[in-house]
Structures are given as structure tokens and as C-alpha cells.
């Protein structure tokens, strides 16, 4: 009965109409910036932060996270269309959407991948009420060298991930690790690293930094070319709706797209792109007609935009129960509620159930919402892909100037965001990847805390982390997924995101 | 040309590393038996140098110094420069924005951006006279953040 109990505070909370409102303002956000390529989910989330700061929590946390998973729907409209993935989450929807659009089949084809998208996520969330429970019951009984192990293993899987050189991701952790160790020491007090500066006594804030290594850096690379032209199928409404023998083709790519979405999303690091991967590669693999894939099959529309949503909403587990932000935009969204006064974690659930409750059931709302704006807005979407990118690029470039800017009143925070945004595009052209380094910044006092805590406990012994059994279990797991491409791969090379 | 760049950027990530050892090492590693505030700098201080010198070694060992899955070319002449132009025009919103104030810095950030191409300065100057004032309205007016009035102080 507790579900039934958790499934009526949730709606309760969800249905007041100031937080119906904010949800609404979130996932049209989302889609917007799930549209527009050079925007993405976490520098919105970044950006819309300081907006929230007049709203209480729990309105801002429902926005909030209506951006994150509105962006997952919007990403395949563009996907299909122009071939231009909104998101990295939709690449996979563009192989065989983009063919369908070729074919004149676009309106199925952006019909099953919005209804795709809802029972994905609808799925998701019901298992999130199921699985939150007992997983933050059990995270509540972690004490320091559990929670330092857990993050730890947050890291490793982040940077194993996150695709591209290991060696990279593992430098951009220690990066983020060393950044977040700016400001304020929390044990001692002790200023670090912040040369007189009053401004960075608090630390570097997430959300410059990720408007600096996210925003900008997809701009610039955006701005290397000459503007062109964006050429956009038209499609018509009425077409939208799948036919019989569409479904009949999809309703297994969207069932196995729900549970393999769900699954490879719990895992720190996997839940933006692998989903899809994986969901695309199963499906070819399964399907009587192989050959077809690539050529405009629907199967390989619905399967990876299924997974894509289910495994977005699953990484809220991990954020919800652990404290464990799985990609960049769910950490600054912890980032957010940090600012609100609330760590995610075992403890949100008890603390503030209204929170915790109504934000899930603000995503039944809003996944709800997003299949009836999707569908008959894509001319509006269509529309917006058609404003040039050298007048866009500008106006986002200002916005991200004024969010930065507004977050303090202070110079200090562009001139990080200016810094990051350099840094962030020579790191893209190397290769490095910046998920890793924004996940250390944000869990990094706490990690550091409960690192020293745990070693203050056992007088500086590093013992502690192997005799305790569920910290020894994510340590040497960790460290198993570390060595491991130096054993099997020389030069320490993993080549992620092939899928196949 | 790639392990070129890759030797750079070892050499510059070690060098952070090396730095934050310094001011952990400063700050105290350890005081009286336990981990103190430089501990966590200096010990992930380390891990990056050592990090960086696998990835320099491996690229000396690595004959074949072929590119990494997301690597990208530099970009040259006409793209570097507007990538350029673009920098310096972040960089000079910074440094200007308090004293000219948000009005005259958004409106002179947004000709340079949109003069990235050639067009004609009519079109220019409405657009950087719309978006500004589109701002102005929103983010001061509507969302009243605290934007500086610098020059036009009213």
C-alpha cells in the first residue's frame, strides 16, 4: 500500500497548480533547447538557475528537472528531420529517422518516437517509486567510507563512460577533484587556493563552469563554419500517428527499449548516449531484417528513443537515493538544490517527501505533457530550426553572459565561465571529455569529507576502505574497471560508444 | 602531429598538478596524525602528474601516433579567426561590463558577433538595438536581476 500511498502524494503535490505551471515552463524549456543543437540540457539547467532562486525548492526542482527530460524528447524531432541531432542522447535516432523523413514517412517516424519517449519514461518512473524506497533505506546505513567508496565508483564509471582515452577522463577527474578543493576548507576552515579573491572563498560555482566548458565550446565549434542553410522536411500533423503496422514493428523494439533504457541508465556515467547505443544494437541484432537498419526502419526509431528515455529517468535513482549525479546535467541540477539548501541523497526522501514525491509525480506529469506539446508543436519546432545560427548564437552567448553574471552580482563568475569556455574548446579538440571533470567538481567536497572523515576514523589508515564490505565491493570493483584496459588494451586506450 | 598535442597537453595538466601540490603541501598534508586541508590537493595533485606522464610516455611509445576516437583538427585561418574574435569579445564583456554598464556592453557584443559575416550595418545595428532592449526588458524588468547601469545610469 505504500505505493498507492507515495503514488497519491506525489499526484497531490504535482497537481498544485504553481508547480503544474513550472513543470509545463520546464519540459517546453527542454524541448526547446533538446532542439536547438548548441544548447544543451545542463547549460539550461545552468542557466535557468539563477531564475529559481525566487522560487521555493520544490518549484524549482520540478523545472529543473522537466528541462533535463524534455530535452531527451526534443532531441529526436531534429534528428529526424534534418539529421541534426539536438542532443548527443539522439544520434542513434537520426540513422534510421532521418532515412524515414527521406522516405516521406517523417510523421511516424516523430510519432513513434514521442509515444516511444512516454512509455520509456513513464516505465522508468514507475520503477523509480518501486526502487527509491529501499535503495535509500539501504544508502542510509552508509557511514564515510561507504559514502567515499560510493563516490569513488561514481568517478570510475563516469570516466570509464564517458568514451574516448581512459587516461584522458581519469586527468579531467583529477582536474575536477583539484578544482573543487578551491575555497573554503570544510573541516579546518582553511582558505585554499582562492589568492584574496572573496568571491571564490565559496568555491568555484558549477554553474559558470558549465556554461563555460558546455555552452560555449558548442558554439564556437558551431561558428567555425559559415552559416547555412537548414533543410527541413515538411510534414503535416494529421500524419503524425503511426499506422497498425508500425506499432505492431515497434512494440517490441519500445518494450525492450524500456527495460534495457532503465537498466544501462543506473550506471553513473551511461545515461546519456549509451542507451540508445545499446537499444540500436540490440534491435539489429534481433531483427528478421537486419539489412534494413540504416535505411529508414522503424524499429531503429523507436527501440533507441524508448531507451534513451527510460535511461534518462532511471540515472534520477542514483541522484535521488545515493547523492550519485550521473551525468552533467543532473549534477547541476544537485547543484541547484544545493543552492536550495537540500543534498540529494538517502535523506531527501525522509526529510522531504514533498520534494521527493512531488517531483516524481511531476514526471508522470510532464512525460504526459510532452507527447501532447511534441506532437502538434513540430511546426513550431521546425520553425525555430529555420532562425539563422549567426543571429542565435549571439543571443545565446549574452544569455549565458547575464546567467553568470546574475548568480553573484560579480565579474568573477564570467571571467570563470570566459576561462572554462577557452579551456573547454582546446579541450574538446584533444579529446578531453569534460563530463568527468564537472561530476569531480560537484561531488568533490563531499568526497573529501567523507574521505578525510573516514581516515580520521581509522587514524590514517587506508585499511578502513577494504575491511568495511560494501565500501571494499565498489573499491575493488573500481579498481578492477581501472586496470583493466591496461591488461587487455596497451596503451590503456578504451574505445567506448561503438555499440556493437 | 596529434602525439604533438598530446605531449602539450600532458605537459600542461601536469603542471596544474604539480601547482596544486605545491599549495597542498603548503596548506598541510597532514596535522597532528590525520589528513589535513592540503591533503586531498597535494594526493590528487600527484594522481595528474602521474596521469599525464603515462599519457606522455604512452605517445612516446606509440609509433603509430594516430588520433583518438574524439579528437578534432585545430581549426585554421578564417575559422580560428572569427573562434578568435569571438574569445575576445567574451573577454572584453568582462572587462567592460561594470564600467560602460550592461546596455552599451550587450549592444557593442552583439555587432562584433554578428559582423563574424559580412552583412549589411542596418540589419546589424536593429538586431544588437532589438536583442539588447529584448534583454534589458527581461532579465532587469521581469526577472529584476541586478544588471550594472554603468554609463547609462538612469
Known amino acids: ?500 | 602531429m596529434f602525439r604533438d598535442r598530446d605531449v602539450k597537453s600532458s605537459l600542461f595538466w601536469a603542471l596544474i598538478g604539480i601547482l596544486f601540490c605545491i599549495g597542498g603541501f603548503h596548506y598541510g598534508i597532514r596535522r597532528s596524525g590525520i589528513p589535513g586541508p592540503g591533503f586531498l590537493p597535494f594526493v590528487t595533485g600527484i594522481i595528474l602528474v602521474a596521469l599525464s606522464l603515462i599519457l606522455l610516455i604512452s605517445r612516446f611509445l606509440d609509433r603509430g601516433g594516430r588520433a583518438g576516437p574524439k579528437e578534432e583538427p585545430m581549426p585554421g585561418g578564417l575559422a580560428l579567426s572569427r573562434i578568435l574574435i569571438v574569445l575576445g569579445a567574451l573577454c572584453l564583456y568582462v572587462l567592460i561590463l561594470e564600467p560602460l554598464g550592461f546596455m552599451v556592453t550587450t549592444f557593442l557584443f552583439m555587432i562584433v558577433l554578428l559582423r563574424l559575416e559580412p552583412r549589411k550595418w542596418m540589419f546589424i545595428l536593429l538586431v544588437s538595438i532589438g536583442a539588447t532592449a529584448f534583454f534589458f526588458v527581461l532579465f532587469k524588468v521581469l526577472l529584476r536581476v541586478p544588471l550594472p547601469s554603468g554609463l547609462l545610469a538612469y
Open chain 1, 1 to 500: 500500500m505504500d505505493f498507492l500511498a507515495h503514488l497519491q502524494m506525489a499526484f497531490t503535490v504535482a497537481f498544485e497548480p504553481m508547480n503544474l505551471l513550472m513543470c509545463f515552463i520546464g519540459v517546453l524549456c527542454g524541448t526547446l533547447v533538446g532542439v536547438l543543437p548548441g544548447l544543451g540540457p545542463s547549460t539550461t539547467i545552468a542557466l535557468l538557475l539563477p531564475v529559481t532562486f525566487s522560487l521555493s525548492a520544490v518549484q524549482s526542482f520540478i523545472m529543473l528537472a522537466g528541462i533535463f527530460y524534455g530535452a531527451l524528447y526534443g532531441g529526436s524531432t531534429t534528428s529526424i528531420l534534418v539529421n541534426i541531432p539536438g542532443e548527443a542522447s539522439s544520434v542513434m535516432t537520426a540513422v534510421d529517422g532521418y532515412q524515414m523523413a527521406k522516405k516521406g514517412r517523417a510523421g511516424p517516424a516523430l510519432g513513434i518516437s514521442a509515444f516511444g519517449s512516454f512509455i520509456g519514461g513513464t516505465f522508468a518512473i514507475i520503477l523509480i517509486m518501486l526502487l527509491a524506497p529501499p535503495l535509500a533505506r539501504m544508502a542510509l546505513k552508509f557511514a564515510y567510507p561507504e559514502k567515499a567508496a560510493l563516490i569513488f565508483f561514481g568517478f570510475t564509471m563516469v570516466t570509464y563512460l564517458s568514451g574516448g582515452s581512459l587516461i584522458k577522463s581519469l586527468m579531467m577527474a583529477a582536474a575536477g577533484v583539484l578544482l573543487s578543493c578551491v575555497g573554503t576548507d570544510l573541516i579546518t576552515a582553511t582558505q585554499r587556493f582562492t589568492f584574496g579573491i572573496l568571491e571564490l572563498s565559496d568555491g568555484i560555482g558549477i554553474v559558470p563552469v558549465v556554461m563555460g566548458l558546455f555552452g560555449i565550446p558548442e558554439i564556437l565549434s558551431n561558428l567555425e563554419k559559415p552559416s547555412r542553410e537548414v533543410k527541413v522536411f515538411e510534414t503535416k500533423t494529421s500524419q503524425l500517428l503511426p499506422s497498425k503496422q508500425d506499432w505492431k514493428e515497434s512494440s517490441g523494439p519500445i518494450a525492450r527499449g524500456s527495460i534495457l533504457g532503465f537498466l544501462v541508465g543506473l550506471f553513473p556515467g551511461a545515461g546519456g548516449v549509451l542507451p540508445s547505443f545499446f537499444s540500436y544494437a540490440l534491435e539489429r541484432r534481433l531483427s528478421k531484417h537486419p539489412e534494413r537498419f540504416g535505411k529508414g526502419e522503424i524499429a531503429g526509431v523507436a527501440g533507441p528513443e524508448t531507451a534513451n528515455n527510460a535511461g534518462g529517468q532511471a540515472a534520477f535513482i542514483p541522484l535521488l537515493t545515493l547523492g550519485l549525479p550521473c551525468t552533467p546535467a543532473l549534477a547541476v541540477l544537485m547543484g541547484a538544490l544545493m543552492i536550495h539548501g537540500l543534498t540529494p541523497g538517502p535523506l531527501l526522501m525522509r526529510e522531504n517527501p514533498q520534494l521527493f514525491w512531488g517531483a516524481i509525480g511531476s514526471m508522470y506529469v510532464g512525460n504526459a505533457m510532452l507527447v501532447l506539446l511534441n506532437l502538434p508543436l513540430i511546426g513550431l519546432w521546425v520553425k525555430l530550426l529555420r532562425v539563422p545560427y549567426y543571429l542565435l548564437s549571439p543571443l545565446i552567448l549574452v544569455i549565458c553572459l547575464i546567467g553568470a553574471y546574475s548568480l553573484n552580482n560579480s565579474v568573477v563568475e564570467l571571467l570563470i565561465m570566459v576561462i572554462c569556455g577557452m579551456l573547454g574548446y582546446v579541450m574538446n579538440k584533444y579529446g578531453y571529455p569534460a563530463a568527468p571533470l564537472v561530476l569531480a567538481l560537484v561531488l568533490g567536497p563531499m568526497f573529501e569529507e567523507s574521505l578525510r572523515q573516514s581516515l580520521i576514523m581509522s587514524r590514517g589508515s587506508l585499511a578502513v576502505f577494504f575491511t568495511r564490505p560494501i565500501s571494499a565491493v565498489l573499491v575493488v570493483i573500481s579498481l578492477a574497471l581501472l586496470i583493466s584496459p591496461i591488461i587487455f588494451r596497451k596503451g590503456g586506450r578504451l574505445q567506448g560508444g561503438d555499440g556493437l
